[in-house]
């Protein structure tokens, strides 16, 4: 496996990180970058024309991760080069919440072939039910397919979220990469690190991902109460505030995080399920079980791999938008903790995201996550 890697940044435009060898077709090359970026026809040609011969995802964020350091407003560009392992990419396109399981079972067909080790997701962040997509691979792959990827995103804005492959990315889009093989090793790790406080309450009435009441009760106005002045600013204030769910289902509580509100509904969509009969309990922040978290994450991925005898030659980062709105201005930390695991020479891309996909630690059934850092580690033997 060969990697390059590109940072675009308005100040200083394009800058390399690559051998002279890199080869400059068959690749496939990752574009995370801020949606007014995308929006740039001129910016995306760029970034297409850099790879001509090769399959390009580009998707917008929430914040990109290049390297050890966060970025907004910036491209964020790694190119793969696979030199033992085949790669096959399906797309699909929503228009609302409710096609997401057909699609996503869509997408497992058209991936399931001999040899498939893993798929890797990039998803539209705004309109789709990333509980529902998670639930259509799982259903439709082979058991021991894993599945990681995320959910684009689109700053603390939740207007839309943009995502294209070898095109001008647009909303609605979800792309799916599927790695065969039995050269191609995998590491990941799904981490968060929030504290749950206040009494559990019942999820009484909700649809899908779409919450209206907790304990009998407007959950948009408990939602207000503990916001207090910053209500105003939802629904990007809620991400402080992400909600435990447990179910008789699960095996661990999942964390669920808002992707707006419907005042005259009084409801909050969120990026996953809320089951009726479900626990909830709120959640908040601390700034050092957060960088816990990432490193927990980087351990677990570390381990994956590392007990299969290879080692990581690409680390993809997947945190959530609401680690960075609480981090702030210690959001290069949790990327530090996870090269402190992982090594400093292990290239590392990424993006803050409106929701992460990933099994939990030992499991190979896909989930999605709130409020993770979550990560993925390719390697090749």
């Known amino acids: 496996m060969k990697i390059e890697q590109r940072l675009w940044t308005a100040s200083k435009g394009w800058e390399t990180e690559s051998n002279n060898d890199f080869p400059k077709e068959n690749n496939l090359v990752l574009a995370f970058a801020s949606r007014h970026n995308l929006e740039k026809e001129n910016l995306v040609k760029e970034v297409l024309d850099l790879y001509p011969n090769s399959d390009v995802i580009l998707n917008s964020t929430s914040g990109e991760i290049y390297g050890n350091s966060v970025y907004d407003e910036s491209i964020s560009v790694s190119a793969i080069h696979f030199e033992k392992t085949q790669f096959e990419i399906a797309q699909v396109e929503i228009s609302n919440a409710n096609e997401t399981f057909e699609k996503g079972k869509e997408l497992a067909k058209k991936l399931n072939k001999e040899n498939l080790k893993h798929v890797f997701i990039i998803s539209d962040g705004s309109l789709v039910n990333g509980s529902e997509l998670a639930k259509a691979l799982n259903n439709n792959l082979p058991e021991k397919v894993m599945t990681t990827g995320g959910l684009a995103g689109d700053a603390a804005r939740f207007e839309k979220t943009l995502v294209g492959l070898n095109a001008q990315p647009k909303p609605g889009n979800i792309i799916a990469v599927g790695l065969y093989g039995n050269n191609i090793q995998i590491g990941y790790g799904s981490v968060g690190g929030w504290d749950t406080f206040g009494p559990k309450r019942k999820v009484t009435k909700a649809t899908n991902n779409v919450l209206y009441e907790l304990d009998g ?165």
Not at 297 to 311: P, R, Y
Not at 329 to 354: A, C, M
């Open 217 to 381: 009760k407007s959950a948009l106005e408990l939602y207000k109460l503990y916001l207090g002045d910053k209500a105003k600013e939802l629904p990007g204030s809620a991400l402080l505030f992400p909600l435990s769910i447990t179910t008789e289902d699960e095996t661990k509580p999942l964390v669920r995080t808002i992707l707006s509100i419907d005042e005259e509904a009084q409801s909050m969509t969120f990026a996953g399920d809320l089951p009726v009969g479900a626990t909830a309990q709120l959640m908040k922040a601390n700034f050092d079980k957060l960088i816990d978290g990432a490193y927990e994450a980087a351990e677990s991925g570390k381990k994956t791999i590392d007990d299969k005898g290879n080692e990581a030659q690409l680390a993809i980062l997947v945190s959530c938008v609401g680690r960075k709105l609480v981090l702030d201005q210690r959001v290069d930390e949790e990327i530090e903790s996870v090269i402190e695991i992982i090594g400093e020479n292990i290239p590392i891309t990424g993006f803050y995201s409106y929701g992460e996909l990933s099994p939990f630690a030992g499991f190979h059934s896909c989930r999605l996550h709130n409020q993770t850092m979550t990560i993925t580690l390719l390697g090749e033997n």
